[in-house]
Each structure stands twice: as C-alpha cells, then as structure tokens.
C-alpha cells in the first residue's frame, strides 16, 4: 500500500505534471498536494500508520494506536506558517528542497525506504515511543542530509522555482 500511495508516472516529475501522481506535488501546474498520508491495518490488531508530512515518496508511515494514543514529540504542533517546533513543517522544509532535485529517474531514496523498512519490522503491532521517536530523529536526520548533498540533476523550469519561492515567502520558509 504505501508503494502505491508513493507512486509517481514514469517521466513525471514536480514542476511538469503533465499526469497527476498519486503522491502529488504542488506546482504552478496544480497546486495540490498531498498533505499527508495513512493506511490502516484491521484486525485483531489495528495500527494506523500515518507519514505526518507531505509528500508520501519521501516520508516514512509511523505507526499509532487509538488504544494507546500518544502524539509523538512535534507531532502536535503547527499551524498555517513555518515553525520548527512542528515535524510536518520541518519535514515540509526538507521536501521542498528535495522535490527540486527530482531528476528525470524519480525520487529514489534508498535510506529513507530502508529506515521504513525497519520501522515496520520493528515497530509493527506496537507503539514504542522511545523507539519510534527516535527513528523520527533519524529520518530528520537522513533528509536534511540528503537535502544538502543530493545534486540537482535535471534545472526546474523558471515558473517552478518562482512559486515555490512565492509560497515559501508565505509561509515563513527561507527558500535556498
């Protein structure tokens, strides 16, 4: 499920979107995006895992339970502008760099798959704040990096870089 709820088409990338994706970036094209993303699991137990940010390509689903809630640390927080107090802005900042270094493969990034990956085997059918919440601070960590280090291989169009700049400036996010 969330393979799907990544999925962009072939040849598709943020600032084209000449076919709209199922994890959908926003642009002067479309302006919607996808804000944020769950699946559920139903059965004896039930565990919803939710991104807490945009852009389901570049997240990671942590798991909750409504029989133990608890909000992770900077989950609760937010608003209509940038704060870093909030996980989904802070992620937001990171996934607006990154949506720019797209490139004509995709959005491929192993490190941010494989930390899913262990989450899920080590976090499924459990809601082990201690754990979790520090994987959180290694995905953080992962994207920020990657942020700074992954090269821009193919130049978003002009009208591309101008909106977000524009939206950025809305929002309180010092655009790079």
Not at 15 to 37: D, F, K, M, R, Y
Not at 99 to 118: C, H, S, V, Y
Request: proline residues 5%; aromatic residues 12%; glycine residues 10%.
């Amino acid at each position: 499920m969330a393979s799907i709820l990544r999925s962009h088409p072939q040849g598709w990338t943020p600032w084209t979107q000449e076919v709209l994706s199922i994890c959908q970036h926003a642009g002067p094209a479309n302006a919607g995006s996808t804000t944020g993303s769950q699946i559920s699991e139903i059965g004896d137990e039930q565990t919803h895992w939710f991104t807490g940010s945009s852009n389901p390509c570049m997240s990671v689903y942590w798991p909750f339970r409504f029989e133990s809630p608890h909000v992770y640390s900077g989950f609760g927080g937010g608003g209509r502008e940038y704060t870093a107090k909030s996980y989904w802005w802070r992620r937001e900042q990171v996934n607006r760099v990154l949506a720019r270094k797209f490139g004509g493969r995709g959005l491929t990034f192993p490190d941010i798959m494989n930390l899913q990956n262990e989450v899920y085997r080590s976090c499924s059918g459990t809601t082990e704040v201690k754990r979790i919440e520090a994987s959180i601070r290694r995905l953080e960590k992962i994207t920020t990096d990657l942020a700074t280090t992954t090269p821009v291989t193919d130049i978003p169009d002009s009208d591309y870089t101008t909106y977000w700049k524009t939206r950025n400036s809305e929002v309180g996010i010092a655009s790079s």
